[in-house]
């Protein structure tokens, strides 16, 4: 135990996890392994006292010094719209289907959106897309409350700007969705076995030669979002890994692959 | 105020103090967490004066609504990182962010070479300078400038793949010599 611990710290998952840069799931995950193992919760503390050491002498944009908008932020009225609680995944009631058939609600709407806004605003088309990217980021815990009158979630991914890919393995089969203009990647999990207890599948994509890690991902939750991936992969894998995932994937820990395809 | 050994306290005594209106909370938690939220706006928000906005909005947020957080939920960090990205997201998406985009290209500011002065200013700094320069770089584009890791490969040519364990051995070299 001692040493699955050791690896998920020496993972890196820690250090992305302080730069904001895991999923929501990914994130959700490092919290609850902290809450269980002390040392985790101790390494992240370590990383956090070290960083704030450095920040003095980090160049580049800083905040503001709190002296500078004290008075402002002491000053202003109570904000209208609602804070987003945390989620607490070990509580969370309602079945995991709806997480995944909320999100591509979200999905459908966005995307319906972004399509009608391109039509009008051509000269505006990137810029729209990757707001409503990050809007979707937003409302995916937002629908989770509003699950009713949800539509297929294969109709949206099957959509313009989609490239999918089918990854497949021994009783596996995931399609893989990269988004060619927001570098944002989705699956859709059909058949995939339940891993032990303290394993989780990650999903890695291969570009020019070199696997980048797209995230861990749970067996049980049918539509996820992974890692945004920038650039086109020649194709994706996904392997079998301590929770928390690997830093560098291993060619026996192979579960499944496939290539992505033009839409 | 008393002294503060670790961050659990430090959490555990700014939250009292939030808890119960005390203004002095606001100035230890902008103290804690300012630098590690602000590069996670800024690669939301690709605009540093808009990121700024962005801070002071969500630590408005903060001081009326602490009530809300829940530490058996997740950590305050993890608190504060959602109400930060759900405020950056906002701010994408207003009217005044979009007529900005419009008007302009380039929007990340670019990588800036270590001001020697100012890491001659104090004893950390000195500390710290004893860190290899690529390790510095590592950490400043990874924490405080908002970069991505393909961002930071490409700019510094190395291979993607090595992005991460990278950034843990500068962070680990850091920690030895703090």
Known sequence: ?263 | MPPITDSIHRDEYLLSLLVGRDERGMGLLYEQYASLLYPIILRIVRDEAMSQDVLQEMMVRVWHKIHLYEPAKGSLFTWLLHIARHAAIDKTRSRDYLSRQRSRTATMPGYQEPAAAEASETHLAEVIHHLPEHQRLLINMAFFEGFTHEEIAARLDIPLGTIKSRIRSAIQHLRNLL
């Open chain 1, 1 to 263: 135990m001692k040493e699955d611990l050791q690896a998920y710290i020496e993972s890196g998952i820690l250090e992305m996890y302080l730069q904001g840069t895991l999923s929501a799931a990914e994130h959700a995950e490092v919290d609850r392994m902290a809450r269980l193992h002390p040392e985790i919760q101790a390494e992240i503390e370590a990383i956090q006292d070290a960083l704030r050491a450095f920040a003095p002498l980090a160049t580049g944009p800083k905040p503001p010094e709190w002296s500078a908008i004290r008075e402002a932020v002491m000053s202003a009225p109570a904000p209208e719209s609602p804070v987003v609680k945390l989620a607490a995944p070990a509580q969370v009631l309602l079945p995991r289907w709806v997480w995944a058939v909320a999100a591509m609600l979200v999905l459908s709407l966005s995307a319906n959106l972004w399509l009608g806004y391109r039509l009008q605003r051509q000269s505006d088309q990137v810029a729209s897309l990757q707001n409503q990217a990050l809007y979707m980021q937003a409302q995916y815990q937002a629908a989770f409350e509003a699950p009713q009158n949800l539509p297929d979630p294969t109709f949206v991914l099957n959509g313009d700007g989609f490239l999918p890919a089918e990854v497949t393995g021994d009783q596996a089969r995931i399609m893989v969705y990269w988004h060619e203009d927001s570098r944002r990647l989705f699956l859709h999990i059909h058949q995939l076995p339940t891993p032990p207890a303290d394993r989780q599948y990650q999903l890695w994509a291969l570009i020019n030669g070199v696997m980048v890690n797209a995230g861990v991902f749970e067996h049980n939750t049918q539509m996820q979002e992974l890692r945004r991936v920038d650039k086109r992969a020649e194709g994706f894998v996904i392997t079998l890994e301590p929770r928390g995932g690997v830093p560098t994937p291993s060619a026996e820990s192979v579960k499944a692959r496939g290539s992505l395809t033009n839409a």
